[in-house]
């Protein structure tokens, strides 16, 4: 998840800057950090400013009348990969949503489809850069101490 969790932060910042609010310095060394870790070493022939990371993730693509699972297989800071997606119109906004059942965390980005070529069977695999600023959720009790309090408020 430390790949997902640095595209996270890098797209916070970025959001952060381009909505006018600026950045202090440390998040500015933050995101230059960020960059360097996916910065590709070479030029890439297809045009891509990152490198893309192999990862095993699931996730759920929502969107119109999407609501389906699927396969994260590369991630970089400007977009993904997944497997296993019904058909999508090319430049339809979705939403990507993984989850990380253990720290109960919801990873939200919005994505645009830039690609789709067919996968196994019906599915298709999509390219989707990612726009905008993501969310992150918190769900269930964060601690020890919050899940007291909330059994003595429910008693």
């Not at 009348?65 to 990969?81: H, I, R, T, Y």
Request: aromatic share 8%; charged share 25%.
């Amino acid at each position: 998840m430390l790949s997902l969790d640095l595209v996270f932060r890098y797209r916070t910042l970025l959001g952060k800057c381009e909505s006018g609010v600026g950045l202090d310095f440390d998040e500015i060394d933050a995101l230059t950090q960020i960059e360097a870790a996916f910065a590709s070493g070479e030029p890439a022939r297809d045009g891509r400013k990152w490198k893309r990371i192999p990862v095993e993730l699931s996730a759920m693509v929502r969107g119109g009348d999407l609501n389906d699972k699927v396969a994260v297989s590369e991630l970089a800071p400007g977009g993904l990969v997944v497997h296993g997606a019904p058909y999508v119109d090319t430049g339809m906004q979705v939403e990507i949503v993984i989850d990380d059942i253990d720290l109960a965390m919801s990873y939200r980005f919005k994505a645009r489809v830039q690609w789709m070529r067919e996968d196994a069977g019906d599915d298709y695999q999509l390219g989707l850069e990612l726009v905008g600023m993501p969310v992150l959720i918190h769900y269930g009790p964060a601690s020890a101490d919050k899940t007291q309090e909330m059994e003595r408020i429910a008693a």
